[in-house]
């Protein structure tokens, strides 16, 4: 992996600004899908009241996450606006604040010293209702990947703090400030998986984070620290394994066939607030980066439209190019400043129109073969790009192009700035 | 919702950041690599006038040439080739709709012209010699040199990119070309042979043993190394200089752009380690090393006195020293993949050395580089290792 690209990180000053709460917005759209797997419907209807925590979409099927109100009030209107988990149009709630803040309590907090007593199938249980998804960015429902066949051993949970996509810091800041909460998320991720041994990875460059996590996981049981020098890529959880464990995860194979499990911190954080404090997943950490006066942290609810957090943060509005959400190699581009934020939205990055570079030109390719050597999955991007170029689908399957894990490395390194990772997505199934 | 939504925002596929190295940016510092050995080339040949006094006295085809330092002939045959081919690629910008504006590659093209252009009139050149000698110096290099970048510009840069991907090394190719009709006298020193018996210099063969100094078996007139010196040596100097040192510091003849190896070396170092991963090094490192290899292969195949003046001649000729940092690395014409920049290099080096031999055409490793640069789509489709995770 020695070929792994580093990309600059743009962290500096968000990483030391602690956790802000983001007040209630006054009308959130909650978006009825926001996991991958089976869709959910809305279980309320316009004109319903409705309360903190309690569920407004929900589906049968057993891959799937339900959806709560982050806020009490009224059923607005149930319209479609664009969907940034999947870049589309789909279906959203927007309900009125009435600022009564009533809560909906029907999770009752598991105590800690319950936990060694309650059963998986409690938990995990918990984790669905709770509509906990992969909030790293995959977000695939948590309570699915940890519900494992009997047979099925896992020998090592990989807690991933890596974290790698720049400007992004909300799970930095959750491993300096909710440690002792990840511990206890830890533990029950653990217990439902039979008691692996633990790793913690992260990025050396978490200077404040790492001490706080030895010293926050020093006492449990079988676990480890490992904070290395680990590039973007590494982020992702097959590259992570790769580098944490030395194998490689063969295309098509979940990781728990080859014995590991991997959740994101922000998972792990969701995962104890819902077990121990009855919280159902309605906000989240995520990072204002960019062209922004101050890069920060915020905890947001799950609704909140991104115009109020780019008001209340003094952007200037008339002064955007474009707002990207879940990070600047993998995210989505928003089509309107008033999409609002998701389970998955880890980061508001802003560019702004004055501080654009000049743009440059997408031209032929040079035949440089840098896309090749930067392919953490060592694809031939620009074959594949060829390809779907000419239409020719069938051989970018052959080119293996579903094994491409949309990381946007070819893209950022092609120095003919072509949209390598838009074609290779486009030939993906 | 108030009015924000009327916000026009530029939504782009992901990644929505990209690193700094451009195409252009690659340009420019290869220009500005191809700049240096061009500047410290012309310097280094500046005090040298071309042809020498004594050459235009005894030499009776120079008797239409003019005399210049040798260093501003280069300085010419640079700012032509530039001008040609950066004004060709201006002319097709304008007439051709869809042609992309390559300013800074034409000028790097134009430089390579330039700097592959033999210059020079030996020190060892005798008035009976029957290569067309005027043709390494001005004004015949001055209209090659202009016609090398004029074909090279619209038949193998701007035509050959018609289809895509160019095939074959426009500056190789089009000097070959060019050059072509003079294959037997220009390019082949195997009329040195024929020289002898007029009473030019008897080169010793490659296919045969050779020294720095003697004669070995009936190989030719005289050591290899002092036919070496007769050729690259300064010819206004008496001295017949040191073969180590010429090879690697300074020659009078041949390609301008290999006249200092160490030049070459210098600099395209410096050049691969500020572009690390865009150039393609790789194609450079084995080609070098295979070179070495061969030579001292036929060095014991045919018993050399040393391995050294086989080995200093095949690694430091100017033809050899600058294709393989600045020719053999050009990205369309050479494979994609790492592994396949290796098996190009290799072969491209083991083709120079079989080519330089067994052709007697010392400067091989243009036609080698046409050759290997054709088998560049096999190569290519070659698929060296399996993705992540498949066996
Ligand atoms: S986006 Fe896909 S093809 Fe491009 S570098 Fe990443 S894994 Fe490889
Ligand atoms: S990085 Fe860009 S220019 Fe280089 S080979 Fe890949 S597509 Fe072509």
């Known amino acids: 992996m020695a070929n792994l690209v580093v990309i600059k990180e743009q962290k500096d000053i968000a990483r030391k600004t602690p956790i802000e709460d983001f007040p209630d917005p006054k009308i959130a759209v909650v978006l009825v899908n926001q996991q991958t797997g089976a869709a959910n419907t809305p279980i309320v209807s316009v004109g319903d009241i409705v309360s903190i925590g309690q569920k407004i979409a929900d589906s049968k099927q057993r891959v799937s996450a339900p959806v709560h109100s982050p806020i009490s ?75 494992l066949p009997a047979d099925k051993k896992i020998a090592t949970l990989i807690v991933n703090g890596a974290e790698g996509e720049p400007y992004d810091t909300a799970d930095e800041r959750l491993m300096i400030e909710k440690t002792k909460n990840l511990a206890r998320g830890v533990r029950v991720v653990r217990q439902i998986l039979g008691n692996p041994k633990v790793i913690i990875a992260t990025k050396d460059s978490k200077v404040e984070a790492v001490p706080k996590l030895h010293e926050a996981f020093s006492q449990e049981p079988n676990t480890e620290v490992i904070a290395k020098h680990l590039t973007y890529q590494q982020g992702d959880a097959s590259i992570l394994q790769k580098a944490i464990l030395d194998y490689e995860t063969p295309p098509g194979k979940r990781s728990y066939e080859m014995g590991t499990i991997v959740q994101n911190v922000a998972t792990i954080n969701a995962i104890a607030n819902a077990v121990f404090e009855g919280e159902p997943l309605i906000s989240r950490v995520t990072t204002l980066n960019g062209d922004v006066p101050e890069p920060k942290n915020l905890l947001v ?72 050597t930067a392919c953490p999955v060592r694809l031939h991007p620009i074959a594949i790009h060829n390809a779907v170029t000419k239409g020719d689908f069938e051989k970018a399957e052959k080119l293996w192009a579903n094994d491409c894990i949309a990381c946007g490395t070819c893209s950022y390194v092609c120095p003919s700035k072509i949209t390598l990772a838009a074609s290779v997505k486009m030939a993906r199934k | 919702m108030s009015n924000e939504s009327s916000n026009e925002l530029v939504v782009n596929p992901a990644p929505h950041i990209t690193s700094t190295m451009s195409k252009t940016r690659i340009m420019q510092y290869t220009f500005a690599a191809l700049l240096v050995i061009t500047i410290v080339t012309s310097i280094l040949w500046i005090s040298v006038s071309c042809p020498t006094d004594s050459q235009l006295d005894s030499y009776p085809t120079l008797s239409n040439v003019w005399q210049m330092p040798l260093g501003l002939i280069l300085l010419f045959n640079a700012l032509i080739a530039m001008g040609v081919a950066v004004g060709i690629d201006v002319l097709f910008n304008k007439v051709v709709s869809d042609s992309e504006l390559n300013i800074w590659s034409s000028a790097v093209f134009g430089l390579i012209v330039a700097l592959s252009y033999s210059l020079g009139v030996p020190a060892m050149a005798m008035g009976a010699d029957p290569i067309p000698v005027a043709n390494f110096t001005a004004p015949n290099a001055f209209l090659f040199v202009a016609l090398i970048a004029l074909i090279g510009q619209v038949v193998f840069k701007k035509v050959q990119g018609i289809g895509g991907r160019k095939l074959v090394n426009p500056a190789a190719a089009a000097k070959l070309l060019i050059l072509l009709p003079m294959l037997g006298s220009m390019l082949l020193p195997s009329e040195h042979f024929a020289s002898f018996e007029a009473g030019g210099l008897a080169m010793p063969r490659l296919a045969g043993p050779i020294a720095a100094t ?5 190989n030719g007139g005289g050591g290899f190394g002092d036919y070496l010196i007769g050729c690259f040596a300064n010819p206004s100097s008496m001295e017949a200089g040191n073969l180590n040192s010429l090879m690697l510091f300074n020659k009078f003849h041949g390609w301008p752009g290999g006249a200092s190896s160490l030049l070459v070396i210098i600099v395209g170092i410096a050049l691969f380690a500020l572009g690390y991963k865009y150039f393609k090094w790789k194609v450079t490192a084995s080609y070098f090393v295979s070179i070495a290899i061969m030579s001292v292969l036929m060095s014991t195949i045919y018993a050399d006195a040393d391995l050294l003046t086989r080995l200093l001649f095949t690694l430091f000729i100017g033809s050899s020293i600058f294709l393989g940092f600045f020719m053999a690395t050009d990205p369309a014409t050479t494979p994609f993949s790492g592994t396949g920049q290796l098996i190009f290099g290799v072969g491209l080096g083991i083709l120079t050395v079989l080519i330089q031999t067994y052709m007697n055409f010392f400067g091989g490793s243009i036609l080698a580089l046409i050759i290997m640069n054709l088998t560049v789509p096999f190569i290519d489709r070659i698929r060296i290792g399996k993705p992540f995770g498949r066996k």
């Open chain 1, 73 to 147: 009030g009224k059923v607005l209107k149930i319209e479609n606006v664009f969907n940034s988990c999947f870049g589309y149009e789909t279906e959203a709630i927007f309900i009125e604040n009435d600022g009564k803040k009533t809560k909906e309590k029907n999770l009752t907090p598991i105590s800690e010293s319950e936990l060694a007593k309650t059963t998986n199938e409690v938990l995990l249980k918990r984790i669905h209702d709770a509509g906990i998804i992969g909030l790293g960015g995959a977000g695939f429902p948590t309570s699915v990947k940890l519900s």
């Open chain 1, 301 to 372: 609810k799950i609704g909140t439209p991104i115009s109020d957090i780019l008001k209340q943060n003094n952007v200037d509005l008339n002064d955007i190019s474009s707002v990207v959400v879940g990070g600047v190699l993998m995210g989505q581009a928003l089509q309107t400043i008033n999409d609002p934020i998701t389970k998955r939205t880890s980061s508001i990055i802003v560019f702004a129109k004055s501080k654009a570079k000049k743009g440059q030109p997408t031209t032929a390719c040079i035949h440089c073969g840098r896309c090749i």
């Open chain 2, 214 to 218: 003697e004669i070995i078996g009936s």
